[in-house]
């Protein structure tokens, strides 16, 4: 990861200016993105714009916490409790994203939920991180964050289109030159940086880092862009591009690392103390975030499919733990320049909430440092052997830590803890009551 960072853009003042230069844009997508990182909106004519300019746009508060099926929540207070009332759709004043690779050019205003007196509503992860960050700045405090993003592309009508893992390959990278070209392109138009591409060690398994930001929202706001521009692109190049933890059994997970360090005022990063061990500071971060990491597993794998990847021997970690150049570790430090001294958390799968995951490290960055909280030793070779305690080992645990930790219920607001609650609960009641064919396959005539 480079040391660059990207300066924040210059908010836009009316969107109707901004839409003059595109002309050929009739129709808009306005959208918000609900706890499970998925768009959820309204097209509309150009000539509705004004509605959203004017903060007079609306939307049901509950399609913030539908289902991973856009199901309601089954009584939900967000329903029929409130009379499914609406909630203004203000615009995020983030550029919107210029779709130019449809036959019909258009264009997606990102929004966030207020009730009706403005006041922003608590069920929108993005008011939390807006939050944090807000609170960065008033301790003059600069946080530098970079995400590694993998995926899988799967050629349309087949399991896998790939044959072998092919890791670092330049050959599996320009085989897709033209796909990569298009997203690269796409990106550049919409103000999202990339750093690199590489083919990872999955069979169809590719890598795209973004580069360092310092703006908590923007990063988060970039990695829900980028995933729609590469699954938008990729059908036209007749691939589905697959953001699911754990797509196939026996190949790698994909996974979505944060990189995170912290600048003072004197744009000095206070993890580094001139050596490659790291400040005391990086120490009590490490602290936090694994003391905390229990209760936000739910966070960092949101979904049935992700406690598929976080399993020993597999690079992603089901241990907690920390260590310097060590890719077995939940939180790896590392190596490089002192001054670029950082935390890569590597547990998060790429089927996260980014909003609520860089809310979850900052959260737990900030009671470390805050409380000192020591860390245990470092860990040397392969962590899955430690004896350190394990992430939950499956997805209603994870919703149990979540429900009972008194991290999470003094630090999140009380509305998101509900609405998510109520999220994963019905989709893991859903999903774990169904009998699959290899239970049957397995059982029906032994036991």
Request: overall charge neutral; glycine content about 6%.
């Amino acid at each position: 990861m480079c040391n660059g960072r990207q300066k924040k853009k210059i908010k836009f003042m009316k969107l109707a200016n901004f839409f003059e230069n595109y002309p050929e844009i009739k129709t808009l997508n306005v959208v918000l993105t609900d706890l499970n990182g998925v768009f959820r909106g309204k097209n509309i004519p150009v000539a509705q714009l004004s509605k959203v300019e004017k903060g007079n746009f609306r939307m049901p508060i509950s399609v913030l916490n539908l289902d991973i099926w856009g199901n309601d929540i089954e009584r939900s207070e967000w329903v029929f409790a409130t009379g499914d009332a609406d909630g203004k759709c203000l615009w995020t004043n983030r550029k919107p994203l210029i779709i130019n690779w449809n036959k019909t050019k258009s264009a997606i205003i990102p929004v966030s939920m207020y009730l009706e007196n403005k006041s922003p509503f608590l069920g929108d992860p993005r008011h939390l991180l807006l939050q944090l960050e807000n609170k960065l700045t008033d301790k003059k405090l600069k946080p530098i964050v970079g995400i590694e993003l993998e995926f899988y592309l799967i050629k349309i009508k087949s399991k896998n289109y790939f044959a072998e893992s092919n890791m670092y390959s330049i050959s599996e990278v320009d085989k897709n030159f033209e796909l990569f070209d298009e997203i690269s392109k796409a990106c550049e138009e919409n103000d999202i940086k990339i750093e690199s591409t590489i083919s990872e060690s999955g069979a169809g398994q590719f890598e795209i880092v973004l580069l360092h930001n310092d703006s908590l929202v923007t990063i988060a706001e970039n990695v829900i862009f980028l995933k729609y521009i590469i699954r938008s692109l990729s059908l036209r190049f007749g691939y589905n591009a697959c953001f699911m933890s754990k797509p196939f059994g026996d190949l790698p997970g994909s996974g979505l690392h944060v990189h995170y360090s912290i600048l003072n005022e004197k744009n000095e990063n206070i993890f580094d103390n001139g050596t490659s061990e790291g400040s005391k500071n990086l120490k009590y971060a490490i602290g936090g975030l694994i003391g905390t990491m229990p209760e936000v597993t739910l966070i960092m794998a949101p979904h049935l499919n992700s406690y598929r990847r976080i399993v020993s021997e597999t690079h992603a970690p089901n241990i907690i733990s920390w260590g310097y150049e060590n890719r077995t570790v939940a939180l790896r430090v590392p190596g490089g320049e002192n001054k670029s001294r950082r935390i890569e958390h590597r547990v998060a799968g790429s089927d996260v909430n980014p909003y609520l995951l860089m809310a979850s490290i900052i959260l737990g960055v900030e009671k470390g440092i805050d409380e000192k909280i020591v860390p245990p030793k470092a860990e040397e070779g392969n962590a899955y052997n430690s004896e350190n305690d394990s992430l939950p080992a499956s997805w209603q645990a994870s919703i149990n830590e979540f429900k009972r930790g008194k991290f999470i219920n003094s630090t999140f607001p009380k509305e998101l803890i509900e609405m998510y609650l109520d999220c994963k609960s019905q989709e893991c009641q859903k999903l774990t009551s169904k009998v699959t064919d290899s239970e049957i396959n397995a059982y029906l005539n032994t036991v």
